[in-house]
């Protein structure tokens, strides 16, 4: 079973909204990704946790900020976005940091 | 160094075709070469991949050849359907190293 999940599926929120995305694995994975996608274009890397420690962080503005809860756990937590921040978030997960990665279906993020 | 170039940008294919999209990186470091499909509103999902230790690897319809000297990597897709009609992308990593996605390309099979 090669399945990760994320909830929600789509979110619409203001630009002084506080939201969270989540994402969910339980094939043993030690290796999480948050992924942004726009429109026609390939996944963006965000972060990447390894063994529930963040590895590796994008650059990536302090509006979206990750946490790890646990092995099969990622949230990432959003707050003050921009239009330009609406996209589709990917998680994705692999055995090992930076092996085979597997995506979940995505959340389709929404700016006003 | 760190781009994969991915061409076409676009195909039709009839229905019983073959379908080719074209890879090429110059990173010779690179040692991982995954395909992804993916439908409109759904997260890319891994078809076939590939390690420059072998020069072609098929599953099914879909076969991926792969050319070490030239630095380039290939996906064919064998009597296409039009449920195969998505966006593919191909990637490469080096050994311990994040994913470099080409551009895509959004496939049609017409019916």
């Known amino acids: 079973d090669t399945e990760v999940t994320q909830t929600p599926k789509h979110l619409v929120m203001g630009m002084t909204n506080k939201k969270s995305l989540k994402c969910e694995q339980h094939m043993g994975h030690r290796a999480m990704y948050w992924y942004k996608q726009k429109a026609k274009k390939p996944p963006e890397l965000m972060f990447v946790?390894?063994?529930?420690?963040?590895?590796i962080n994008e650059s990536v503005p302090s509006r979206f900020s990750p946490e790890c809860p646990n092995s099969s756990l990622l949230n990432l937590h959003l707050h003050a976005l921009q239009p330009e921040d609406s996209a589709l978030y990917l998680c994705?997960?692999?055995?090992?940091?930076?092996?085979?990665?597997?995506f979940g279906p995505g959340t389709r993020l929404l700016v006003l | 160094q760190q781009q994969v170039k991915q061409s076409p940008q676009s195909l039709i294919v009839q229905k019983g075709g073959i379908s080719i999209i074209n890879c090429a990186y110059e990173n010779t470091a690179f040692d991982y070469f995954p395909w992804y499909q993916q439908f409109p509103g759904k997260g890319p999902a891994l078809l076939i991949a590939?390690?420059?230790?072998?020069s072609e690897k098929k599953e099914g319809r879909f076969t991926i050849s792969f050319n070490k000297s030239a630095k380039q990597f290939s996906l064919h897709i064998m009597d296409s359907q039009p449920g195969d009609s998505a966006t593919y992308f191909c990637?490469?990593?080096?050994?311990?190293?994040?994913?470099?996605f080409g551009q895509g390309t959004e496939l049609s099979v017409k019916p």
């Open positions: 590939i390690r420059p230790d072998v």
């Open positions: 946790y390894s063994y529930e420690k963040l590895s």
């Open positions: 990637a490469a990593s080096p050994p311990g190293g994040k994913l470099i």
């Open positions: 994705a997960s692999s055995q090992v940091s930076l092996g085979t990665q597997y």
